[in-house]
């Protein structure tokens, strides 16, 4: 069940999407604490510490607010400047030629009472792959750097850049989703024919997805977030507050489609139930999914899991390592295997998917054996640094399971 810290944890949050305050009540500092961290860990907590901070709950333990309110101003002040900067670096890529689709970023937070509240890790930006080249020079030349310098531009899907400066990053997407995974590289399948849709920000023209597109892409990005680790409740604030304000444009007809053809529809009705239950109860999408909860999924389930995994499910280690449990059973499922197959089938890949980590099996493929070894003493070496953080190989297989188990029990897998 959701507990007290959390149900006021959630309270807050929904007073901050709306732009008011919430008075907060603790029986004590752990209370106190219990709830400010886990906005911390759900990347929400300037949100939290701007609805809470003329509370009475806070007043009673002001050190303790003091440290997470000085973490969340500096979050704050640094998003405002990572904005001003990427709004300055999207106007040099216009005067380029190039016109980048934002994606989630910018494009959602405009739709936060007070938007720099809302921290984006970073921006993304959808591009033409064959123009990677010239958003590669344009970014260089702005100043910023290639985080991984050996990475190759043209081959890779996906290349990041920071700036030394602010920290601005950016990842620059030739793809929504990860094409080369096989438990949802396959979604790319419903953007191949994009709209995009330009608006007005600050007096600067930006183009980011349609509405539609839009929705449906914050759905697979929560979904396969989902199979790996989890994912945080920021994501369904920027779903329902995107879905709330264009909800008379999208076509909900299309994304629940889509969702059943992807087995996901178990998925999504739990995070729109969260959403009208805990986060945005007075809303205008609600109107056009009459037929969306037909199966009645409890969405408690669900919430717990984004609550316990924080951020992409990143929260801790054993959360992180049990993602090779489900990531597997997806696997499985889309191979016709049974779905808890265990971890080692993810240790013994076959000789396709072993070629991009150990590179001599392109010259001598006979060496497969051997790189399976390699891959059982790099678990080897895993498990034991799990152990010494407290985070041990049972704990990872056992909260593996359980989410498999969630999964079944929304129905992405059987």
Not at 20 to 35: F, G
Not at 203 to 208: E, I, N, S, W
């Amino acid at each position: 069940m959701i507990n007290r810290a959390q149900t006021c944890f959630l309270e807050a949050l929904r007073l901050s999407m709306q732009g008011e305050k919430y008075e907060l009540c603790v029986d004590d500092a752990a209370d106190l604490r219990r709830i400010l961290h886990t906005a911390s860990i759900q990347n929400v907590l300037p949100m939290v510490c701007e609805a809470t901070y003329q509370s009475e709950g806070v007043g009673k333990y002001p050190m303790m607010f003091s440290a997470y309110k000085k973490r969340a101003m500096n979050e704050v002040v640094s998003q405002t400047v990572r904005t001003a900067q990427f709004l300055e670096l999207y106007q040099i890529l216009a005067d380029r030629g190039l016109s980048p689709i934002i994606v989630k970023g910018l494009a959602v937070r405009r739709f936060y009472p007070r938007e720099n509240l809302r921290i984006s890790v970073d921006e993304d930006l959808l591009i033409q792959p064959e123009q990677m080249q010239q958003y590669h020079d344009a970014l260089l030349a702005y100043g910023l750097q290639q985080t991984d310098p050996q990475q190759n531009i043209i081959e890779e899907p996906e290349i990041a850049y920071i700036s030394p400066d602010t920290g601005l990053y950016i990842e620059v997407h030739k793809y929504l989703l990860p094409p080369d995974s096989k438990a949802y590289g396959d979604l790319n399948r419903f953007f191949e024919h994009i709209q995009p849709m330009t608006y007005e920000y600050r007096g600067q023209k930006l183009k980011t997805l349609n509405p539609t597109d839009h929705v449906f892409f914050l759905i697979c990005h929560s979904f396969k977030h989902f199979l790996h680790s989890g994912f945080g409740i920021r994501q369904i604030c920027d779903l329902v507050l995107l879905s709330d304000a264009f909800a008379d444009e999208i076509d909900w007809n299309k994304i629940w489609t889509q969702c059943q053809e992807i087995q996901a529809d178990g998925f999504v009705s739990a995070l729109y139930q969260i959403g009208s239950k805990y986060l945005l109860p007075d809303n205008r999408y609600s109107q056009y999914m009459k037929n969306w909860h037909s199966k009645e999924e409890d969405e408690e389930p669900m919430l717990l899991d984004v609550l316990a995994g924080g951020v992409h499910g990143a929260s801790e280690m054993t959360r992180l390592h049990s993602s090779t449990i489900t990531l597997n059973a997806v696997v499985n499922q889309k191979n016709h295997k049974r779905a808890g197959a265990g971890i080692w089938s993810s240790v013994f890949l076959p000789l396709e998917s072993m070629r991009g980590r150990y590179h001599y099996l392109d010259r001598a493929p006979f060496l497969l054996p051997v790189a399976w070894i390699q891959r059982v003493f790099h678990y080897a070496g895993e498990l034991a640094s799990w152990k010494s953080g407290g985070n041990n190989v049972a704990d990872s297989i056992s909260l593996g399971n359980q989410r498999v188990e969630l999964m079944k029990y929304y129905g992405i897998i059987k």
